[in-house]
């Protein structure tokens, strides 16, 4: 359990930093977005590498959802 719990706070943390990035980027700088979500997806995927990484899962669509803007 305690694993568990650790992946989630760097996740989490990961989150955070991340999408605090993110909001400094001009909305209209296409690539420096992707990049930003690209490089927040592998510190994720470092911190845990779990089934929610799959194609359908929760983690791709809150990825999905940060590149059209809704949490950024």
Known sequence: MHQDVSSL???II????GLAGLRTLPHDDVQA???AIENLRE???????TPL???NGERSKFFGETSLGMWG
Request: glycine share 10%.
């Open 53 to 55: 990484a799959g194609e």
């Open 33 to 35: 977005r992707r990049d």
């Open 14 to 17: 990961a989150v955070e930093n």
């Open 9 to 11: 706070v760097h996740t």
């Open 43 to 49: 510190r994720i995927t470092e911190a845990d590498g």
